[in-house]
């Protein structure tokens, strides 16, 4: 008893013949693909069957689970109020998981329901389901959303899944729902990026291999300008099957409408100690924040040593006897960066000098970076030796006229209009192009379109 098997299928309404009314008829494989994987389900005849949709409740730093006894839910939204869905949730799974996430210290449980209804990312594979079951489903239902955290975190929630499947003797099924790239075509309802079909050609491949240690490698800003939805889910269901052989098999792949369909199904085999995926990366980061403490110059060391005793301790670091001259002599502007598994962790700085001297600057900043960064929940003492630093000194800004003064690469930019101000450093892993620095460095400041502004440009120094 376990994990008896997993899915991985798209979402797209239109491929319910109620929702496309004959535009379903351009993704058959997809249609044929979907039905043969959710037959394989219905056969294994589960207890019960958990979908991981991207488009249930989602939250930066939570995964939700579906609280209550059942859900409904219809495609009238996509003019399709015909189609229903009623389910019944397993609520002595949800609250197993739920207890077991709190044991394990993973940020997940059944508070903030936002929306009662079922989304269409869990309502398309029940269709499927419906349509194999012959009529209602007759097992009951988990449903799990994503979260903006790390895909380590992703795939440690599915080892969740199945030590609760186990621990509860449930025969259990997953369907991790999600489509691919939404930019695989220009005349597609998202246009075109290079990124969208090599998104689509490594994932699939991927996901044929059942070489689930490799989704780890998908950088998030990757992930954001190929425009996927489905990664987090399964990295998720990739997790329910951590440290036992899984047998693949890639039914279908289409995206003649602008978006990759993908299908594939996942049957699990004996243990094996080398597929424990989670375990290899969490070495892996160790090697990596090992071998960068080696390295590291004397401004990511002060700001990784004041951040390890104001998070352990709560006291500030005195200023040490390592630092060069020019960190006690010179004052500029500074900001420190902190990532985890390759997600950013926190980011403060200040534009122009604050502190008496460089060393002052980076330790307030480091502080800040690490307990004060609104985007995120302050670092934790557990989180310390996952973390990876750098330390930006900035030179003097200068008046520009124009966008074609800058260099995404070379410089950062200073976007005003009036008393809102907004920065950007150079050479952002994601940041291609001036308008985008620009854009990006508007929506910090909150400046709309259209509003007169002023730019400057800068220099950093970056630090590792």
């Known amino acids: 008893m376990g994990i008896l098997a997993a899915v991985m299928v798209p979402h797209p309404p239109l491929i319910v013949p109620e929702v496309g009314r004959g535009e379903e008829e351009k993704i058959k494989d997809t249609i044929r693909g979907f039905t043969k994987a959710t037959e ?19 939250y930066s730093d939570y995964f939700h689970i579906s609280p209550g006894k059942s859900a409904s839910g219809d495609l009238g939204k996509f003019g399709a109020r015909q189609v229903t869905f009623d389910i019944r949730y397993d609520t002595e799974f949800v609250a197993e998981l739920e207890k077991r996430a709190h044991r394990e210290n993973v940020e997940a449980g059944t508070m903030g329901e936002r929306e009662k209804s079922l989304d269409h990312a869990t309502a398309v594979p029940l269709y499927f389901l419906k349509k194999a079951y012959g009529g209602d489903i007759s097992c009951k239902i988990v449903r799990i959303g994503l979260s903006g955290m790390p895909l380590r975190e992703h795939y440690r929630f ?11 003797g449930r ?4 369907i ?12 597609g309802p998202y246009g075109y990026r290079a990124e969208g079909p090599e998104y689509d050609r490594k994932i699939m491949d991927v996901m044929s291999r059942d070489a689930f240690g490799e989704l780890f490698g998908f950088s998030d800003a ?11 889910s399964f990295t998720i269901m990739a997790g329910c099957f951590d440290g036992v052989s899984v047998k693949a098999e890639m039914l279908s792949y289409e995206g003649p409408f602008g978006v990759g369909y993908g299908v594939c199904t996942f049957i699990p085999g004996k243990p094996d100690q080398t597929r424990k995926f989670l375990l290899a990366q969490e070495m892996e980061n160790k090697d990596k924040v090992d071998h960068l403490k080696k390295r590291e110059s004397p401004y990511v060391r002060l700001a990784r040593e004041t951040v390890e005793r104001y998070v352990s301790t709560g006291k500030r670091i005195a200023v040490p006897e390592y630092l060069p001259e020019e960190a006690l002599t010179r004052r500029a502007g500074a900001f420190v960066s902190l990532k985890k598994f390759g997600q950013l962790r926190g980011c403060i700085g200040t534009i122009s000098a604050t502190e008496e001297n460089i060393a002052k600057e980076i330790i307030q900043n480091a502080i800040s970076a690490s307990t004060r960064d609104p985007r995120f929940p302050p670092v934790s003492s557990s989180e310390l030796k996952d973390l990876v630093y750098s330390v930006d000194i900035l030179n003097d800004s200068e008046d520009i006229d124009s966008p074609e003064d800058l260099d995404v690469k070379k410089y950062g930019v200073i976007v005003s209009s009036g008393y ?17 620095q620009i854009s990006i460095a508007m929506q910090k400041a909150g400046i709309r379109e259209g509003e007169r502004i002023r730019l400057k440009r800068f220099e950093v120094v970056r630090y590792h």
Request: hydrophobic share 35%; aromatic share 2%; charged share 30%.
């Open 158 to 168: 599915g080892t969740l899944i199945k030590k609760t499947a186990e621990e509860l």
């Open 40 to 58: 394989l389900i219905t056969r294994l005849k589960p207890e019960t069957i958990v979908i991981i949709s991207p488009h249930s409740a989602y």
């Open 222 to 232: 990757f992930c954001e300008r190929a425009a996927e939805c489905g990664h987090r």
């Open 420 to 436: 809102k101000k907004g920065l950007l450093l150079p050479n952002l892993e994601g940041i291609d192009t001036v308008e985008e």
């Open 176 to 187: 991790a729902s999600g489509d691919l790239s939404h930019v695989l075509k220009k005349d």
């Open 171 to 174: 025969d259990v099924c997953v």
